[in-house]
């Protein structure tokens, strides 16, 4: 059997110690990312939920933000959930103007939209990609796609609205599959990680 793939999460700010709780129920050691050494270890990157502007700024002040543009320009495998999924749009709108971010999946998101009357929300997800049954997820001040590239493939959706996309080797969802017991999400990124 091949060994699990060395999957890293990017480990300044947000919900970290929950995405690691999924990936190790899947068997999966994650390998916390703070920095470009940690960086090199690894073959694919969660980026989690949290603060896209604080991630941002973290990145910088670590000396990750350019190493991992050119890692991800390069084809490494991505699972970003909400701001994880804002650093990793190609579009950012109603974000703070020293905020940057990858264009690693060719979508237009804007910060805090989705669910904007409510916040935070949950509900019941048709999301074929992992089969049935309906995936419960968790929206937390969730980023709203509000454009999707020739290249994306909608994985779900939620009042017509994309929630989880796939370009290549990124998966993206606006909200945060590491919040509950079920772990097809991660299952489907370290699939595509294996298969790489
Ligand atoms: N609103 C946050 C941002 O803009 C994302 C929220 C989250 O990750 N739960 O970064």
Do not use: Y
């Not at 995405?19 to 920095?35: D, K």
């Not at 009042?159 to 796939?166: E, F, L, Q, S, T």
């Amino acid at each position: 059997m091949n060994a699990s793939p060395r999957v890293g999460i990017l480990a300044l700010q947000g919900a970290v110690a929950a995405h690691q709780r999924s990936l190790a129920g899947l068997g999966v050691s994650a390998t916390l990312v703070r920095t470009p050494d940690d960086l090199d270890r690894v073959e694919a990157l969660v980026l989690p939920g949290g603060e896209s502007t604080t991630l941002w700024h973290l990145l910088k002040v670590n000396g990750l933000a350019e190493p991992l543009a050119d890692r991800l320009a390069g084809g490494m495998p991505a699972l970003g959930t909400c701001a994880g999924m804002i650093l990793l749009a190609s579009d950012v709108l109603d974000g703070r103007t020293d905020q940057g971010w990858f264009s690693a999946i060719d979508l237009t998101v804007r910060r805090n939209a989705f669910g904007r009357q409510v916040d935070s929300f949950e509900c019941d997800l048709e999301l074929p990609a992992v089969g049935a049954p309906d995936l419960h997820a968790v929206f937390i001040r969730a980023p709203q796609v509000e454009r999707v590239g020739p290249g994306v493939e909608v994985l779900a959706a939620v009042d017509g609205g994309p929630v989880a996309a796939r370009e290549g080797s990124v998966i993206v969802t606006a909200f945060h599959p590491e919040l509950t017991p079920d772990t097809r999400v991660h299952r489907l990124f370290v699939d595509l990680v294996a298969e790489r």
